[in-house]
């Protein structure tokens, strides 16, 4: 089984322009997330894929592998099957650019799936963990997600699921991190088919795989990674990467 880690990279960001470059203790935010996802040792190739030449150049500078974007594109998603259309590749893992301290084992435990007795059941697979703070599960910026009794994803959404009517009933919350492994196949159709109302709607573009009915497997992680969206995540980081 081939696998490579593509990492999707844009330097335009709504809330934090330019945030793969700002500098993480000597080197770019984009730079520390390549060196990390090569530091797992779980892929045959590991990409940046971008829209930028100031991206581009700097992972080259650091002795990494970049490919820029042919066409301009809505998400992360489309700019990787644009790189991988005509790769011979198994399953390509979505690795976010704007995640220095990706770790091995959540990679790996999204990658096993695909090795699992229901492996012929998954188009692809991704990554959740368990939120408690009630803040958390009701801030829109963390999208949830809810999963049926094997680990399929039933939906994702910004708003609290399940909604919490009874909350002594037992329900568990998990925010979706956005970390995919795909069969090459369904990248390639979530890149031909069109955008539908769900995902227009909540702006969460797994969305489109279960509008299509692909089926997506979940995999439960202590994540824990910190995530740049804005200056504030940039300066935890900074104090993260001293101690």
């Known amino acids: 089984m081939k696998v490579v880690a593509m990492i999707p990279a844009r330097y335009g960001a709504t809330r934090f322009p330019g945030k793969l470059m700002a500098d993480l203790g000597g080197k770019p935010v984009i730079l520390r997330t390549y060196l990390a996802t090569l530091s797992t040792g779980l892929?045959?190739?590991v990409y940046v894929v971008t829209d930028s030449r100031i991206i581009k150049e700097a992972i080259e500078r650091g002795g990494g592998k970049a490919i820029m974007s042919k066409q301009e594109h809505e998400c992360g998603t489309d700019r990787i099957a644009e790189a991988?259309?005509?790769l011979d590749i198994d399953i390509v893992v979505n690795?976010?650019?704007d995640e220095p301290f990706v770790k091995k084992e959540p990679l790996e435990a999204v990658i096993n799936v695909f090795k699992g007795d229901d492996a012929d059941q998954i188009d692809l697979a991704s990554l959740m963990q368990e939120i408690t703070d009630w803040?958390?599960?009701?801030?829109?910026?963390?999208v949830k997600v809810i999963v049926d009794q094997d680990d399929f994803a039933l939906y994702f959404s910004r708003s609290p699921i399940p909604y919490p009517r009874d909350k002594e009933a037992g329900a568990?919350?998990?925010e979706h991190i956005g970390v995919y492994a795909f069969r090459k196949q369904a990248i390639m159709d979530f890149y031909r088919l069109p955008m539908r109302s769900l995902e227009a709607?909540?702006?969460?573009?797994?969305?489109r795989?279960?509008?299509?009915?692909?089926r997506i497997k979940m995999v439960e992680t202590q994540y824990m990674g910190i995530e740049i969206d804005t200056p504030e995540d940039l300066d935890k980081a900074q104090k993260y990467i001293k101690d």
């Open 43 to 45: 892929f045959d190739q």
């Open 84 to 86: 991988v259309e005509n």
């Open 95 to 97: 690795v976010q650019g």
């Open 135 to 142: 803040k958390d599960i009701t801030d829109p910026n963390y």
């Open 172 to 174: 568990r919350y998990f």
């Open 201 to 207: 709607t909540e702006k969460v573009e797994c969305i």
């Open 209 to 214: 795989f279960l509008e299509y009915g692909k």
